[in-house]
Every structure is written in structure tokens, then in C-alpha cells.
């Protein structure tokens, strides 16, 4: 089989080492590219620099919780390009006004500070499985990509998440194979909205993985690979 062109788009305050483990083991299966999504302040732009940006003309296509929003609007935006989809710590709903609030929050300490260490910090507990915050290793690498992406870049993208639209309604329209995955323990993105998201698209896999929170392809990265494999497999319409 030839590899499948495989765009992957990164969360919240993460850049290409979100998806390192599946670039490398996914190598003879997918022909991986991994797209940036610091530079725009809204959904629509990121998914169009998405598009413009990727050397494939058409492509599977997996975002992980930020990433997730900006695959739904590239598939809003550009579904004929879409091969198959895959929705990973996500949902498909706006941001509810307290989280609005609490991003704010956030946003004013990372101007204050210069830095997004403390915000990295406070937010480990809702983004790792408990069983992981002793991993220092993996810690470590989740405050090492928010400091990559930076002041500028973190404001972008909470600009962008926090005015996204209510993407349920659209998800009926997704033909696509589509695979939602998610880590039973996902304090940011809970099993719930997977199984709206999954019970809206026509289709679609629901995979739960055991033991695992927000950041499932660093937390269960042999998990994570084998589901993408299955959903790579899957004949595209």
C-alpha cells in the first residue's frame, strides 16, 4: 500500500513533538506532514493556511483538541479534500462562557508574566491522566512546546478558539471515514462530547482509550498509533 498523505494539526500551546510518535511509526503507512497553527487568530485562517500550506492536494486529516476545531473547519471549508478524519480530544461545540472567562484569565497572566510556564503548570492535571504527573519526561515536553510557541502564539490561538462556531450541526455533513478518539479520563474534552460528536457523524468510530487524559497520542502513543492505522486502512469513498 502507498503511504496516505496524513495532515496533522496540533493543540493548544503544542507544536510538531504532539505528534512525534506517530511520524515515526506511522512512516510506512502515511506519508506524515504536521501543520502550523500559531500564526492565525481565528478558525477560518488557520484552516485556510492549513490548506494552503500542505504539499498534499488531497489527504487524511487528525487534529488533536485545538487541531480537532481547525480539521472541522477544514472540512467545513475544503470537504472534496478531505480523504478520511480523525477528531482526537476535541468537541464540536463553542466554548461555554465560563471557559471564556477562564481563558482570559490565562491570557492576561501570559502577558504579565512573559512566559507560559505558570499557565503549563496550572493546566498539567486537566491535560495529563493523573497516573503521568510524575513523568517528568512527559511534563517536561508539554512545557517545552508551549514555550516554543510563545506569547504571540498562544494569543492567537486562544483568540481563535474561544470565537469558533458551533460546529454540531455541520457534523452531519462530514461523508468521510472518520475515527473519534479520546481518553476515558479526558478532563478537557470528556468521553460526552465524543460520543455527540461520534453519534453525529455518519459512520463514525468511537475509540475510548483506558487510563489515559487529554494529550492521548504523548500519553498512549502505541494506542493511538494502532487506531490511526485501522483508520488509515479504511477505503475512502
Not at 510563545?150 to 474561544?162: D, F
Request: net charge negative; charged share 20%.
Amino acid at each position: 500500500m502507498n503511504p496516505v498523505p496524513l495532515v496533522l494539526v496540533p493543540g493548544l500551546s503544542c507544536d510538531a513533538a504532539l505528534w512525534a510518535p506517530q511520524v515515526e511509526t506511522l512512516q510506512k503507512v502515511a506519508q506524515c506532514w504536521v501543520a502550523d497553527v500559531a500564526r492565525d487568530d481565528t478558525m477560518a485562517a488557520m484552516a485556510r493556511r492549513v490548506l494552503d500550506e500542505s504539499p498534499f492536494e488531497s489527504f487524511a486529516l487528525a487534529g488533536l483538541s485545538m487541531g480537532g476545531f481547525v480539521a472541522l473547519a477544514i472540512v467545513h471549508e475544503a470537504a472534496e479534500r478531505v480523504q478520511r478524519l480523525a477528531l482526537l480530544d476535541t468537541n464540536a461545540r463553542p466554548d461555554s462562557p465560563e471557559r471564556i472567562r477562564e481563558r482570559l484569565i490565562f491570557m492576561s497572566l501570559a502577558q504579565r508574566e512573559g512566559s507560559l510556564l505558570t499557565i503549563s503548570n496550572r493546566m498539567m492535571a486537566r491535560m495529563i491522566h493523573p497516573s503521568r504527573l510524575a513523568d517528568m519526561a512527559l511534563v517536561k515536553s508539554l512545557q517545552d512546546m508551549a514555550e516554543r510557541i510563545g506569547i504571540e502564539g498562544y494569543l492567537n490561538q486562544q483568540r481563535a478558539i474561544m470565537a469558533r462556531p458551533d460546529s454540531r450541526p455541520r457534523l452531519a455533513s462530514i461523508a468521510c471515514p472518520t475515527l473519534v478518539l479520546c481518553g476515558r479520563e479526558d478532563a478537557l474534552s470528556p468521553l460526552a462530547m465524543h460520543e455527540e460528536m461520534a453519534a453525529g457523524i455518519h459512520g463514525a468510530q468511537l475509540v475510548v482509550l483506558e487510563e489515559c487524559g487529554h494529550v492521548s497520542t504523548l500519553e498512549r502513543p502505541q494506542a493511538v498509533d494502532a487506531a490511526l492505522r485501522a483508520w488509515l486502512a479504511t477505503p475512502a469513498p
